[in-house]
């Protein structure tokens, strides 16, 4: 009859588990969707960018090299390599893995070993004790056991936080990816606009030399009485004007330089990088446009946003599994003893329990979780939808800004080309006594702003590539994101764990 109950029990225990791991399939969550939206089915504007066939691609990961400077792609690779801001953005990726395998591991049982002995004495004169009693007062215990704990994870809350952290540590994925490609922009932005300040000074350096030479004419004139004093001190407020304009440049391309030591992690005072002397090295590209959809993978910042819609709506299972009772089980074995024998079947203990808990009344307090975790839902698709809308604004402004710049580009060049002759033909009139030289310092200082204009809106036009290329995504593809192993560690692994913190 023991051994039948046994045999009875041990089923019942056996169904019982069974049972639950039936019931465990359970998904509170509710169904997600990714929003879709009607997008136009082409974008607008002319060059310098171009509707792309399927082969044409912004190229994967470095997409700077698209305006071939090599100096350029030596920079972003170092700053790809060492740049600390964005290691610290990868180790905030890598902690989220970590999280993904902190909450992993509540799908499996809890398994501990304990062991213990001690030693105990009593009173002689202890409560109750007989003076002539002559029972011990001294008594030695020793134990050893294994215990297992396994939480059954009926109604997916487990499951489902699984799959939220899953989500979020695509998230930092994302945001990785996203904030390297702000970097990477940021890099290209400055160089281009010390590239800009090298053909300001080589405009301002050429204007220089003329205005030396034209504050030689007016000397000469003076000396031979065929000129005003006045003419000499207008050609040297030029000259000197001139210099002062060409320091501040050289002052602001020392700070553009600066910025972009810190981006590939040097030290400004020791970092330089060798002045051009055309504005020609920087050649705008022609920019490979696909269709409007394609926008939505293309985008880390827009993956980001819908991975978080997607942990949003994972936690609302979370918060409704907190309406069912939670399961567990609990099991203990081990041996129980005086002295040292413990290993005798008669000091082993055992015993086996299904424990399950339901709040019955918590003043609101689940209710008030799942309204939140609603809200924080529909928070995510609105922040989502915002995403996409800024994403398209980004890229319609830069394709405006590169239409627009290339148009004042080449106005600018016909504006300084123009400049230039009326100066030269200013200076002839003066040197044969035919104008004042107020018409030649009036021609010169529209030759010099012609020209700076025309290599500002070269710069600009050159920026204005940066952005587009980068609000295009930068050549980043959704299926970039980590779908496999995203956890840190395996259940197993008891090696590399990152404890070396110089590595």
């Known amino acids: 009859m023991l051994i039948h109950a046994k045999v009875q029990f041990t089923r019942s225990i056996v169904g019982l588990i069974s049972g639950l791991f039936l019931l465990s399939a359970c998904d509170l969550a509710p169904e997600y969707k990714q929003p879709k939206y009607a997008l136009p089915d082409t974008w607008q504007g002319t060059a310098p960018f171009y509707v792309a066939q399927p082969a044409d691609q912004i190229p994967k990961g470095e997409w700077w090299t698209v305006f071939n400077d090599p100096i350029l792609n030596q920079l972003e690779d170092q700053l790809n390599k060492s740049n600390p801001d964005l290691k610290a953005a990868a180790e905030t990726f890598m902690q989220s893995r970590a999280l993904l395998s902190e909450v992993k591991s509540q799908l499996y049982p809890n398994l501990s070993l304990e062991a213990g002995g001690g030693k105990y004495k009593q009173s002689h004169n202890r409560l109750f004790r007989s003076a002539t009693s002559n029972g011990p007062i001294t008594e030695n215990n020793a134990q050893y056991q294994a215990s297992a704990m396994w939480e059954v994870d009926l109604w997916g809350r487990i499951r489902n936080q699984i799959k939220m952290q899953r989500s979020l540590a695509q998230v930092s994925a994302a945001d990785y990816e996203a904030a390297k490609l702000s970097l990477q922009a940021e890099l290209a932005r400055n160089y281009m606009i010390l590239r800009g300040y090298d053909a300001q000074n080589e405009v301002l350096k050429d204007s220089i030399k003329y205005f030396e030479a034209a504050v030689d ?227 010169q200082t529209a030759a010099l702003s012609a020209q700076i204009a025309e290599v500002e809106s070269k710069t600009r036009l050159m920026q204005a590539s940066v952005g587009l290329i980068t609000a295009l995504g930068g050549g980043w593809d959704a299926q970039e994101l980590p779908h496999k192993k995203l956890e840190s560690i395996g259940v197993f692994q008891y090696s590399g764990l990152g404890y070396n913190l110089d590595k």
């Open 217 to 443: 004419v007016t000397r000469m004139r003076e000396m031979g009485a065929i000129a005003a004093g006045i003419d000499v001190s207008r050609a040297e407020n030029q000259l000197e004007m001139t210099k002062a304009q060409q320091t501040d440049v050289q002052a602001q391309r020392d700070i553009t330089e600066h910025a972009i030591a810190v981006l590939v992690n040097e030290f400004p005072m020791g970092f330089h990088i060798a002045p051009v002397r055309s504005n020609d090295v920087m050649r705008v590209p022609n920019v490979p446009l696909g269709v409007p959809s394609a926008l939505l993978q293309r985008r880390p910042d827009i993956a980001s946003a819908e991975r978080q819609m997607a942990a949003a709506n994972r936690a609302i299972g979370v918060s409704k599994a907190a309406f069912y009772p939670d399961i567990t089980i609990n099991a203990l074995s081990g041996f129980e003893d005086s002295g040292f024998g413990l290993a005798n079947l008669p000091n082993s203990m055992w015993s086996a329990a299904v424990k399950a808990t339901l709040p019955l009344f918590q003043g609101g307090l689940r209710r008030a979780t799942l309204q939140r975790n609603w809200s924080q839902y529909r928070q995510t698709r609105d922040n989502y939808r915002s995403v996409v809308l800024n994403g398209f604004k980004e890229v319609a402004d830069n394709l405006t800004l590169t239409q627009k710049m290339l148009q004042k580009q080449k106005e600018n060049k016909a504006a300084s080309e123009a400049a230039l002759r009326t100066q030269g033909m200013a200076m002839s009139l003066y040197t044969g006594g035919l104008t004042n030289y107020l018409d030649v310092v009036t021609a």
